[in-house]
C-alpha cells in the first residue's frame, strides 16, 4: 500500500472480484483494507484525551487526516472504594462503603503474633467473626452412636451424642459447652451481619445490605447487651431468658436471647452464653455470642459475605491454593463441614457411620480455624485463625464476585458466567504479611457464543516501574491499583474501584476538528456516589425532636423508626397491629405538618416489603401514573414483580 508516496509497511489490502468476459473488464466486488496498530515503541497504549493516530509509527495509513478513534477514559458510572490498608509489615484493614452509603474501616487480619502465635482475622487482640457460631436445639439433627453410626430421636446411651457440627466431640472445637452450642463472638469481637440473599446465595447477593458491629459488654444483671455499629455508633439490647422453642431443659447452658437486634431493616437473633462452661475450657465467667449473621432464623455455622456498594460480594476467607498452585473458589471449613451436618440430617439410612466420619473430618476443618486462648487477658476466649500452618508459608484468597446478573448482557462474554476476582493474602518470614492480585482466566465453554472456546482474560495486572504501581481492570469494570513495595519491607496496599454499574471505556469515530467536554472528574478518574443524593442520611435518634421541623424522608415502620411513630402520634414504638402495616404490603405515605413542612414514609412489614416500597420510590417516574394523592400500597413477590395501588377504604 503506498499513500503519498508513502509505503504503508503496516497495511495490507485484500480485493475479490471477477472478470467479465464480454468487455474483458475487472468487476470489482469487495476490497478489504486492514492497518496494524503499529507505534515506534511496539504496543500503543492510548491516554485518557487523545486518538490512535498520534500514537502510529504509520499515521498515513489511516488513508485521511480527517478521522481519528478516540478514548475519552472509562464511563463514568460512579464507583465504591474498597482498600485493604496495610499497617506496617504485619496487619491490613479493611475499608469499604456498604449499599446504604455507610463507611467501614475495620480490622482485617492480623499476623504479627505480639499476643497470640497466630496469623488470625481482626487485630492483635480480638477477633473478625464472618462465620456463625452454633446454638443447639431438638429441631436439630438425631442422636447419633458413635460407635454403631445408628442413630435415634433421643439419647439412649453415654455414647450418644447429638447430630449437629459442634456437639459430635467437644473436643473437636474449641470453646464449645456442655450443650453443644459454640459463641465464636467475644467480647470486642467484630463481626459482620449481611441478611441473606437469593435461595442460592444465603451469605448475601447484590441486593443485601452489610454491617459491621463489635460486641462491647453484657450486663447479665439488668439483662442489657451494648454493640458498637462500626459506621453508625452505639446501640443497645435487652435481652430475655425465655428462649422460642428452646426450653431450659433442652439448652440450660444459654443465659439469653433477643430479637431486637435490627440492623439495616433486618433482625438478626443473639444468643448470650451462660457463663463459666460456656467460653473456653478454663470456665471463666465470660458471656460470648453466637447470631444469627445471615438473618436467616438460625445459628448453624453459616457463612456471611461482605456486600459492597454496587453490589460487589465480598468472601473474606477461607479459600486455599492447590497443588496446582490454582485458587480453590469455595470457603473449605465452612462449606464442607455443614455440607456433611446436612447430608446427614436428610439421610437416614445405612449410610450413618460413613457420614458420621465425613462429618467429623469436616468437623476438623472447621476446629483448625478456631483456637482455645488458655492465657493472658483474653483467657477463655477463642480465637479465629485466618489459615492453619506456619506463617511464613501459609495463605488465602479473599474473592470479589460480581453475578451475572448485574452485567449488561449475561455474565461475562454472555456466558452466564459470574466474575470472580481473587485476592491473595500470605503470611512470610518474620511474621509479616503481604497481598497480590493474580491473574485471572476464564475458559469460555459455552456454544452459540459470538466468541467461541477461548482463554479469556478476566482481569490482568500490568506493573507500572516508573510509579512503582501495579493496575488492572476487569472484564465488568472494577479497577484494582497495587502498590509495589519490592525495596522495602512494608506491606503492600492495594485500592479497588468497584463500579456502580457496568464500566466500559468512552471510544469514539471522530470525523474532521473535535472538542471533548467532560463533567465531573478528569477522564479516567474516580466518581465516588453516596446512594443518598439529596440531603443527607440521619439515624432516627439523630433527628429526635425535630420530626416536624424540616422535611423527611422515612424508611422503615413505628416498631423501629422513632420519627414514623411520631408522625403516627405516638411517643413509644407501634408494633404488629398497632403499625398499620399488613403482613406482604408496604406504604408510601405523605404527612403533612401544620407548619408547612411534609414528612414521607416508606414502610413495609417485613424487609423485603419496605425494599420494594424504596425502589417504587428510588424508580417513581417509571410508577408516575400511580403514585396519586397522599398514600399508595405497594406489593409483589420480588423487586422485579412489583404492584403499587390505592388503599382499599
Not at 490454582?326 to 447430608?343: E, I, K, L
Not at 493496575?471 to 519490592?486: P, R
Request: overall charge negative.
Amino acid at each position: 500500500v503506498e499513500i503519498h508516496e508513502e509505503d504503508i509497511e503496516d497495511a495490507k489490502v485484500q480485493m475479490t472480484g471477477k472478470v467479465s468476459t464480454r468487455n474483458e473488464t475487472f468487476e470489482l466486488q469487495t476490497l478489504k483494507y486492514r492497518l496494524q496498530a503499529d507505534s515506534p515503541r511496539g504496543d500503543i497504549y492510548i491516554a485518557p484525551g487523545h486518538g490512535i493516530r498520534e500514537y502510529l509509527d504509520e499515521p498515513e495509513g489511516m488513508l485521511s487526516d480527517d478521522w481519528d478513534v478516540r478514548y475519552e477514559g472509562l464511563m463514568d458510572t460512579g464507583v465504591s472504594i474498597i482498600r485493604f490498608d496495610a499497617n506496617g509489615d504485619d496487619s491490613y484493614d479493611l475499608q469499604f462503603t456498604n449499599r446504604e452509603g455507610l463507611e467501614y474501616d475495620i480490622p482485617f487480619i492480623d499476623n504479627s503474633q505480639d499476643e497470640y502465635g497466630f496469623f488470625k482475622y481482626g487485630d492483635e487482640d480480638d477477633d473478625l467473626i464472618f462465620v456463625e457460631g452454633h446454638v443447639n436445639s431438638t429441631t436439630i439433627g438425631l442422636y447419633l452412636n458413635l460407635t454403631t453410626g445408628s442413630h435415634t430421636a433421643a439419647s439412649s446411651g453415654a455414647n450418644h451424642s447429638l447430630v449437629n457440627a459442634a456437639s459430635l466431640t467437644n473436643s473437636l472445637i474449641p470453646g464449645t459447652d456442655d450443650c453443644s452450642n459454640f459463641f465464636p463472638i467475644d467480647e470486642d469481637d467484630f463481626f459482620v451481619l449481611t441478611n441473606e440473599g437469593s435461595s442460592s446465595r444465603s451469605a448475601g447477593d447484590e441486593t443485601s445490605f452489610t454491617h459491621i458491629l463489635s460486641y462491647e459488654a453484657a450486663d447479665v444483671t439488668n439483662r442489657e447487651i451494648t454493640f458498637q455499629d462500626q459506621a453508625t455508633g452505639q446501640r443497645e439490647i435487652v435481652y430475655s431468658t425465655t428462649i422460642p422453642s428452646i426450653t431450659a431443659a433442652q439448652n440450660p447452658c444459654l443465659r439469653g436471647f433477643a430479637n431486637t437486634l435490627v440492623v439495616g431493616g433486618n433482625t438478626f437473633n443473639v444468643y448470650i452464653a451462660g457463663g463459666l462452661n460456656s467460653s473456653g475450657s478454663n470456665g471463666l465467667a465470660k458471656y460470648p455470642l453466637a447470631v444469627d449473621q445471615n438473618s436467616d432464623g438460625d445459628v448453624a455455622f453459616d457463612i456471611v459475605d461482605v456486600v459492597v456498594n454496587g453490589g460487589g460480594i465480598l468472601r473474606l476467607g477461607g479459600l486455599t491454593q492447590n497443588a496446582t498452585s490454582s485458587f480453590v473458589a469455595t470457603n473449605n471449613f465452612h462449606t464442607r463441614m455443614y455440607g456433611g451436618v446436612q447430608q446427614f440430617n436428610s439421610s437416614f439410612g445405612a449410610r450413618a457411620t460413613a457420614q458420621s466420619a465425613t462429618m467429623l473430618n469436616n468437623l476438623q476443618d472447621y476446629a483448625d480455624h478456631f483456637r482455645d486462648i488458655s492465657s493472658g487477658p483474653n483467657n477463655g476466649e477463642t480465637l479465629f485463625q485466618a489459615v492453619n500452618g506456619s506463617s511464613a508459608n501459609v495463605n488465602f484468597s479473599t474473592t470479589l464476585t460480581t453475578l451475572a446478573s448485574e452485567f449488561d448482557g449475561n455474565g461475562i462474554l454472555d456466558s452466564g458466567l459470574n466474575e470472580v476476582l481473587f485476592i491473595h493474602f500470605f503470611g512470610k518470614t518474620n511474621n509479616e504479611v503481604d497481598v497480590d492480585v493474580p491473574n485471572v482466566h476464564q475458559v469460555n465453554d459455552t456454544g452459540g457464543l459470538t466468541v467461541d472456546r477461548i482463554n479469556t482474560t478476566v482481569l490482568k495486572m500490568e506493573s507500572l516501574d516508573e510509579e512503582d504501581l501495579e493496575q488492572g481492570l476487569s472484564t465488568y469494570g472494577v479497577f484494582f491499583e497495587q502498590t509495589d513495595e519490592d525495596d522495602t519491607d512494608d506491606a503492600e496496599d492495594l485500592t479497588i474501584e468497584y463500579p456502580l454499574a457496568q464500566r466500559g471505556a468512552d471510544v469514539f469515530i471522530t470525523i474532521g476538528s473535535t472538542a471533548t467536554t467532560r463533567v465531573g472528574p478528569a477522564a479516567g478518574g474516580a466518581v465516588v456516589v453516596n446512594p443518598i443524593t439529596v440531603g443527607s442520611a440521619k439515624l432516627a435518634s439523630e433527628v429526635a425532636g425535630q420530626e416536624t421541623s424540616q422535611n423527611i424522608v422515612a424508611v422503615g415502620g413505628p416498631c423501629i423508626n422513632s420519627v414514623a411513630a411520631t408522625w403516627m402520634g405516638s411517643a413509644t414504638p407501634l408494633c404488629g397491629a398497632e403499625s398499620g402495616l399488613s403482613e406482604g404490603k408496604a406504604v408510601i405515605k405523605l404527612y403533612e405538618h401544620a407548619n408547612g413542612n411534609v414528612g414521607l414514609l416508606v414502610a413495609g412489614w417485613s424487609a423485603a416489603d419496605t425494599r420494594r416500597g424504596t425502589k417504587v420510590l428510588a424508580e417513581y417516574a417509571d410508577y408516575a401514573d400511580k403514585l396519586v394523592g397522599k398514600e399508595v400500597v405497594v406489593t409483589g413477590t420480588s423487586l422485579s414483580d412489583i404492584t403499587v395501588s390505592a388503599p382499599t377504604p
